[in-house]
C-alpha cells in the first residue's frame, strides 16, 4: 500500500522564522510529488517536483526531492502570518491513471 | 483561484440517504478525479474520470460512484450513507498525461 508521512504534523514559529517541513513516502510507480497549501478547503498548488536534486523556488519557499531516500523538504524563510496553513505533501503514481496518495499534512502556525 | 467550482458548498444529509455533489473543471482540462477529506486527514482517492469512464479507483466502496458529462463537469453520488461518510469532498481537474491536478473549494458534507 503506497504510503505518505509528514512530519512534524503541527509546528508553531515566531513571524521570522526559518521552517523546513519533512515528507518521505513509500509507493510503486512513482511519478512526482506536489506540496498543496491548505487555508480553510481548497488545496492551493505549490510545487511538482519529478527530479532528484533540483530545488523549486517561489519567492520564501522552496522545495527539493531526494528519489534515493525518497523523501522531500519544503523550506519557508522569513515566515509570515499569512503562511499559516496545513501544508500537504501528495505524491502522483500510476500508469495510464494518475491518483494523488495525500500525507496528513503539517500544520503550520505563525505568530506575531 | 483555481477555475474549479464545486456545488454545493455545504450538505446535511441524514444516514441512509443519497447524495450528488457536482464538479465543473478548470478550463481545457478533461480529467475529473474526486477526493474524500475527514477532518484533519489528508485527502483520499476516490476515483478519476476520463472520456466519461472511470480511470482509476481507490478503496471506496461501489456505494460510491460518479459520471463525466461531455463537457469534462462531473458528479459524485454516494448511496445509502453512513455517519463516517461526513467529510469534505473535493475534486481536482487536470489534463490527460499531466501531473498536475488543481483542486476546487470542496462540498462540505455532514451526515446526521
Known amino acids: 500500500e503506497d504510503k505518505v508521512v509528514q512530519s512534524p504534523l503541527s509546528l508553531v514559529v515566531h513571524e521570522g522564522d526559518t521552517v523546513t517541513l519533512n515528507c518521505s513516502y513509500e509507493v510503486t510507480n512513482f511519478r512526482s510529488l506536489l506540496w498543496y497549501k491548505q487555508e480553510k478547503k481548497a488545496p492551493t498548488f505549490l510545487f511538482m517536483l519529478t527530479s532528484s536534486g533540483i530545488e523549486k523556488k517561489s519567492g520564501r519557499l522552496s522545495s527539493i526531492l531526494d528519489k534515493k531516500e525518497l523523501f522531500s523538504i519544503l523550506n519557508i524563510t522569513a515566515t509570515q502570518t499569512g503562511d499559516s496553513a496545513v501544508y500537504l505533501c501528495a505524491v502522483l503514481t500510476g500508469a495510464g491513471s494518475y491518483q494523488l496518495t495525500f500525507g496528513k499534512g503539517t500544520k503550520l502556525s505563525v505568530i506575531p | 483561484e483555481t477555475g474549479v467550482t464545486q456545488s454545493p458548498t455545504h450538505l446535511i444529509k441524514t444516514r441512509g440517504q443519497q447524495v450528488t455533489l457536482r464538479c465543473s473543471s478548470q478550463?481545457?482540462?478533461?480529467?475529473v478525479s474526486w477526493y474524500q477529506q475527514a477532518l484533519g486527514q489528508g485527502p483520499q482517492f476516490i476515483f478519476q474520470y476520463y472520456r466519461e469512464e472511470e480511470n482509476g479507483r481507490g478503496n471506496f466502496p461501489p456505494r460510491f460512484s460518479g459520471l463525466q458529462f461531455p463537457n469534462y463537469s462531473s458528479e459524485l453520488n454516494v448511496n445509502a450513507l453512513e455517519l463516517d461518510d461526513s467529510a469534505l469532498y473535493l475534486c481536482a481537474s487536470s489534463v490527460a498525461g499531466r501531473y498536475e491536478q488543481y483542486f476546487g473549494p470542496g462540498t462540505r458534507l455532514t451526515v446526521t
Open positions: 478550463s481545457g482540462h478533461n480529467t
